[in-house]
């Protein structure tokens, strides 16, 4: 694969300040495929200081321009979106129609929103005798996580740019390829330079750089929550706002009047998608004890069709997590129905599709974001034990309601402590706000929402 060997720093590759690097492996034949610079310290004081003389210029763009130009960055990533595809699918592993339709395509989609939505936001309005502006919150350090790795960057920077931000970008150590084909496509869309400015490294000396430098206004993190506490911290003690977008582990409540084979095949494919690793996926499938038994046997055919259709986990460290967390699950009494904690090939970062049944509400698998393809069935007697089966996790990402009347679906869905919930399987929506509840994050992504989280309000009385 091609890699750059410097840093895209104020519209140009700089080589790095120092001489370590990254390799990036293939998780399907664990064969190193490139590699990237470990960017340091200096690297991020250089990219910041590029994005702070980029901000004046930028901030006062006409919002208008704003919107062409991301426009024509959309229109760029477009024309790549094959080689975007075959990038992701070498460093994450992901099958290529997956790559395709999901790693490539729904960017794509994101970035289409925010050209229309910066045409038409109004940055000002008048509430009395006061004239609201809304403006740029500044640079942004945006650090994005691997399992979905240019839409993470998309859905930070293309907002950061039309609300007049400038950015500087860390992407996850395990998928920096797409992240340097992205600036490939800014620098080729016009991008003004500093606007876009991109560091690859580690989180510990990169991430922690970028979240700590003074010349950062706001930090933007999707990643664990273990790490999104520390850049909190962090941030806090400089009074800094952040937006973090974090774990999950959402419930999938199958009511007694649902199509029970649709919500159990369509709760099943969503825990498999991008083999496991979706911090919103549905892994803790609810389902009334009446139909209990019925949805295991329908859960544990519908994942036995997942072996060879889904790609492996992204590196060894999280296959070894994976396996852990399902040795944990039959230690504490879950019931394997289909899969387990072998690799199903001798070689490869792959986990077998697995369904746990007989799973209790304070087991570990129940608890705990896995972030592989292992899915949790529990059991319920009514609806309250339901919701406080739903509601019992200190995650509130996503989730899904399912029953035969729209209504009582969202009525029990109005009572969830989540920030996203799909009604008997509702569709992607990428102009909808996403983000979490307690401790699944700080603010929101996607759409008006999203561009909210780069602006601050200044009010003008007359």
């Given at each position: 694969?091609?890699?750059?060997?410097?840093?895209?720093?104020?519209?140009?590759?700089?080589?790095?300040?120092?001489?370590?690097?990254?390799?990036?492996?293939?998780p399907v034949d664990e064969q190193v495929i490139a590699h990237v610079p470990a960017g340091t310290a200096a690297d991020v004081d250089a990219a910041v200081r590029a994005a702070r003389a980029a901000l004046p210029g930028w901030s006062a763009t006409p919002p208008a321009e704003r919107a062409a130009l991301i426009g024509a960055l959309r229109d760029v990533l477009?024309?790549?979106?094959?080689?975007?595809?075959?990038?992701?699918?070498?460093?994450?592993?992901?099958?290529?129609?997956?790559?395709?339709?999901?790693?490539?395509?729904?960017?794509?989609?994101?970035?289409?929103?925010?050209?229309?939505?910066?045409?038409?936001?109004?940055?000002?309005?008048?509430?009395?005798?006061?004239?609201?502006?809304?403006?740029?919150?500044?640079?942004?350090?945006?650090?994005?996580?691997?399992?979905?790795?240019?839409?993470?960057?998309?859905?930070?920077?293309?907002?950061?740019?039309?609300?007049?931000?400038?950015?500087?970008?860390?992407?996850?150590?395990?998928?920096?390829?797409?992240?340097?084909?992205?600036?490939?496509?800014?620098?080729?869309?016009?991008?003004?330079?500093?606007?876009?400015?991109?560091?690859?490294?580690?989180?510990?000396?990169?991430?922690?750089?970028?979240?700590?430098?003074?010349?950062?206004?706001?930090?933007?993190?999707?990643?664990?929550?273990?790490?999104?506490?520390?850049?909190?911290?962090?941030?806090?003690?400089?009074?800094?706002?952040?937006?973090?977008?974090?774990?999950?582990?959402?419930?999938?409540?199958?009511?007694?009047?649902?199509?029970?084979?649709?919500?159990?095949?369509?709760?099943?494919?969503?825990?498999?998608?991008?083999?496991?690793?979706?911090?919103?996926?549905?892994?803790?499938?609810?389902?009334?004890?009446?139909?209990?038994?019925?949805?295991?046997?329908?859960?544990?055919?519908?994942?036995?069709?997942?072996?060879?259709?889904?790609?492996?986990?992204?590196?060894?460290?999280?296959?070894?997590?994976?396996?852990?967390?399902?040795?944990?699950?039959?230690?504490?009494?879950?019931?394997?129905?289909?899969?387990?904690?072998?690799?199903?090939?001798?070689?490869?970062?792959?986990?077998?599709?697995?369904?746990?049944?007989?799973?209790?509400?304070?087991?570990?698998?129940?608890?705990?974001?896995?972030?592989?393809?292992?899915?949790?069935?529990?059991?319920?007697?009514?609806?309250?034990?339901?919701?406080?089966?739903?509601?019992?996790?200190?995650?509130?990402?996503?989730?899904?309601?399912?029953?035969?009347?729209?209504?009582?679906?969202?009525?029990?869905?109005?009572?969830?402590?989540?920030?996203?919930?799909?009604?008997?399987?509702?569709?992607?929506?990428?102009?909808?706000?996403?983000?979490?509840?307690?401790?699944?994050?700080?603010?929101?992504?996607?759409?008006?929402?999203?561009?909210?989280?780069?602006?601050?309000?200044?009010?003008?009385?007359?």
């Open positions: 694969m091609k890699a750059h060997d410097g840093m895209y720093i104020g519209g140009e590759w700089r080589p790095a300040t120092g001489a370590d690097t990254i390799a990036v492996v293939n477009v024309a790549r979106k094959d080689e975007i595809a075959e990038t992701v699918t070498a460093e994450l592993g992901s099958p290529l129609p997956f790559s395709q339709m999901v790693h490539a395509g729904v960017p794509i989609a994101v970035a289409g929103s925010y050209a229309e939505l910066a045409a038409s936001y109004d940055f000002e309005a008048k509430i009395g005798n006061s004239t609201v502006l809304l403006e740029p919150v500044g640079v942004v350090g945006a650090i994005t996580p691997w399992n979905y790795p240019l839409h993470q960057i998309v859905a930070k920077v293309a907002p950061a740019l039309a609300a007049g931000c400038t950015v500087v970008l860390k992407p996850a150590e395990d998928t920096p390829l797409v992240a340097q084909l992205f600036a490939e496509a800014a620098h080729e869309a016009g991008v003004p330079a500093g606007v876009f400015n991109l560091v690859t490294g580690l989180g510990p000396v990169a991430g922690q750089a970028l979240a700590e430098h003074e010349g950062v206004d706001l930090v933007s993190f999707t990643g664990s929550t273990a790490v999104g506490k520390q850049i909190g911290a962090t941030a806090g003690a400089a009074i800094k706002p952040v937006a973090l977008e974090l774990g999950g582990k959402s419930a999938n409540v199958i009511l007694p009047s649902a199509d029970l084979a649709k919500a159990v095949n369509v709760g099943v494919a969503n825990v498999m998608s991008n083999s496991g690793q979706t911090c919103s996926a549905w892994t803790r499938m609810l389902v009334h004890a009446d139909r209990y038994d019925e949805a295991v046997e329908l859960a544990a055919a519908a994942a036995a069709k997942y072996g060879e259709r889904i790609g492996p986990v992204v590196n060894a460290k999280q296959q070894a997590r994976v396996r852990g967390y399902i040795e944990k699950g039959v230690a504490e009494g879950a019931r394997v129905v289909v899969g387990g904690p072998e690799s199903p090939y001798e070689k490869g970062y792959f986990i077998t599709p697995t369904v746990f049944a007989d799973v209790r509400p304070d087991m570990t698998i129940a608890q705990e974001e896995i972030f592989g393809p292992v899915l949790s069935i529990l059991k319920y007697a009514d609806e309250d034990e339901a919701l406080a089966i739903a509601n019992g996790t200190v995650y509130g990402l996503a989730g899904a309601v399912w029953a035969g009347d729209e209504a009582e679906a969202v009525a029990f869905a109005r009572r969830m402590d989540t920030g996203q919930v799909d009604i008997n399987g509702g569709r992607f929506n990428p102009q909808a706000p996403f983000g979490g509840y307690k401790q699944s994050g700080v603010g929101r992504e996607l759409g008006p929402h999203g561009l909210g989280e780069y602006l601050q309000t200044k009010s003008l009385q007359f």
